[in-house]
């Protein structure tokens, strides 16, 4: 794109961050792509950040499409604004804030603790980085109105993000995201108070880790499996990021004498040096954890994302090698564990719950079922799981929750996704597995043979640009309009639509409302027990698809042929909706 074709608006929109009051170093970094790069000026003011369902999130860097001091400026501005609105007779609004490894992010973090400062907030500042599920915790704890995580989770590392959370330490919901949006629109650069005072600002750190690990530990549920099994060889990679002090720290404290760690990746860098991309879902990621549980012969590997809020596994197969774990199947590991000990204990009274969002296998669900345990479906994203918990606080008991993307909540005292929680429980089951000579690779196919095999795939589409966004839309309009009335030759049973909150019965014609937040999502269940979920991403050009599918499978020698049978099968699902 030359200088003469370049949008009027953009141009317009760009020179006015040439003004004074912008730092000399953003005004120059904006004049050279004036001057030089075109289409990085583009980019970088095309549009405005706007939270979305992980917060504030884009490419570091000046304009109002990036995340630099002044758009976290505006967002922190914002965010008092409605607070002030939200609690107009509070004689004292509290915030906590921490960050995460990546370059910029302690920086990012002062600027908005000043923000807090300057608006008359007191502030909780964490003095070194931090997990996720620590600031909502600390956010609970200290009785905050808010908080603010700076991270931009696994994603590359040019990007960072800003996660604001509500009094009850979960990311927020409508109306709160929505009217946090509108008071950031209204926000210009002049009217950012950005010099707040010292004095309305506490440093937290090791005195809150501790009141967390407390709090962690009150959750286990077979001490003696850790004491019988603390010779059990774990491996763990924090990805350069969050994890590296309180999760190693935790696992020593449970009584596991053998905790290896991956030295180069557990020095903190935003740079991410040794790996590709910093998140536990890529099979790369783990190749460092997984060279050295080879050489130490380990048996549970256990990989957190930069925030922490992530794990990804890996266990030993019957073959002795090292398998990963998808997300699915951890999240039925956890769940299955926590409420099979939960009933061995005659904790189970009938009042407990668990959650797990739409796209995740319904193998959770089933396990629920057999335990009388109630189990909700919610939309994707843990501020949703955290909005049940919210609705039966104080009615009902919530035991555990969990996502297909690797993400798992135990106990109610954090309100988003936990991965030091999560890496303590693995670890326990894994205890408890290994006494009864068995591996957590065992114990999925027990579940497989007690509930039944089930499989899933998920098939992520991009069609770029305007007419990819089209392209998009189109498919789901046609899924919509012309739904499939079988699928690998099991009729459709069922279709529920989410973005106008109808369910359907395609035998019964029965239709009913689904009391869920209208969402773009929309799904097909067979009669064979087939699931398939489309959703199109609303930050990205692409669509994502969820297959699931089942079988049973008797025994645990029949798993590699039922496995094989399984991974036809989804490729039949795949090849017949032709969406490769």
């Known amino acids: 794109m030359s ?6 608006a953009i141009l317009e ?13 953003t005004r120059t970094e904006v004049q050279n792509m004036i001057d030089k790069n075109p289409d990085e000026l583009n980019e970088s003011f095309y549009r405005n ?31 008092v604004n409605y607070l002030k609105k939200v609690y107009p007779g509070e004689k004292e609004l509290k915030a906590a804030i921490a960050y995460d490894c990546r370059n910029n992010s302690e920086y990012f973090a002062k600027i908005t603790a000043e923000v807090f400062a300057a608006n008359g907030f007191k502030v909780f500042l964490f003095d070194a980085l931090r997990p996720t599920p620590e600031l909502s915790f600390a956010i609970r704890q200290l009785k905050c109105h808010t908080g603010v995580m700076i991270t931009a989770s ?12 509500w009094n009850d330490g979960a990311q927020m919901i409508p109306p709160h995201d929505k009217n946090v949006i509108d008071e950031v629109s209204k926000i210009r650069i002049e009217n950012i108070k950005f010099n707040g005072k010292a004095k309305n600002i506490t440093m937290i750190g090791e005195e809150m880790d501790k009141i967390y690990l407390d709090k962690v530990a009150e959750l286990f549920l077979s001490t003696s499996s850790v004491t019988r ?97 998808n997300g699915n199947q951890t999240a039925s590991i956890l769940i299955y564990y926590l409420l099979r000990l939960w009933d061995k204990k ?126 998009i839309q189109k498919m789901m309009e046609n899924f919509r ?37 209208k969402s773009n999502v929309l799904q097909f269940f067979t009669a064979d027990g087939t699931k398939i979920s489309m959703r199109p991403s609303g930050t990205e050009p692409k669509i994502k698809f969820y297959f699931g599918v089942k079988d049973e499978l008797k025994s645990k020698e029949d798993f590699d042929t039922v496995n094989a049978q399984l991974d036809e099968k989804l490729d039949r699902i795949i090849k017949e909706l032709k969406l490769k």
């Open 481 to 517: 309009a012309n739904p499939p009335q079988s699928i690998n030759s099991s009729k459709v049973i069922l279709i529920k639509d989410y973005q106008s909150s109808k369910e359907f019965y395609t035998q019964t014609k029965i239709e009913k409302k689904i009391n869920l937040p």
């Open 154 to 165: 696994h994603n590359p590392k040019e990007y960072n993000g800003y996660k604001a959370y």
């Open 49 to 79: 950040l706007e939270f979305g369902t992980g917060g504030l999130r884009g490419i570091m860097g000046a304009g109002t499409n990036r995340i630099n001091k002044y758009t976290v400026g505006m967002a922190t501005q914002g965010l």
């Open 229 to 325: 099994q603390s010779h059990l060889k774990i491996v763990y990679t924090p990805l350069h990021g969050t994890g590296v002090k309180l999760i190693p720290e935790m696992l020593t404290r449970m009584g596991f004498e053998n905790v290896f760690k991956v030295y180069l990746q557990d020095i903190t860098d935003g740079d991410f040096p040794t790996v590709i991309s910093p998140n536990p879902e890529e099979p790369a990621a783990l190749e460092m954890a997984l060279d050295k549980a080879r050489k130490v012969d380990a048996e549970l590997v256990m990989a957190t994302d930069p925030d922490a809020d992530r794990v990804g596994i890996a266990v030993k197969d019957h073959n002795d090698n090292f398998v990963l774990l």
């Open 3 to 8: 200088k003469e074709k370049m949008d009027s």
């Open 346 to 471: 005659e904790k189970l009274t009938g009042n407990e719950y668990i959650v797990k969002t739409i796209v995740t296998t319904e193998l959770v669900k089933a396990i629920a079922d057999n335990f009388k345990v109630e189990c909700y479906d919610v939309l994707t994203g843990f501020k949703w799981i955290a909005d049940i918990i919210r609705q039966n606080e104080g009615k009902k008991t919530f035991i555990g929750g969990g996502e297909e993307s690797y993400g798992y909540m135990i106990g109610d005292f954090v309100r988003d996704k936990d991965a030091v929680a999560s890496c303590a429980m693995i670890a326990e089951a894994a205890a408890w597995a290994g006494n009864k000579r068995k591996s957590l690779f065992d114990v999925l196919i027990d579940i497989y043979v007690e509930f039944g095999f089930y499989k899933e795939k998920l098939l992520s589409v991009t069609k770029k640009g305007k007419s990819g966004a089209e392209e």
């Open 13 to 25: 929109k760009a020179s006015s961050w040439l003004s004074t009051v912008y730092d000399e170093e």
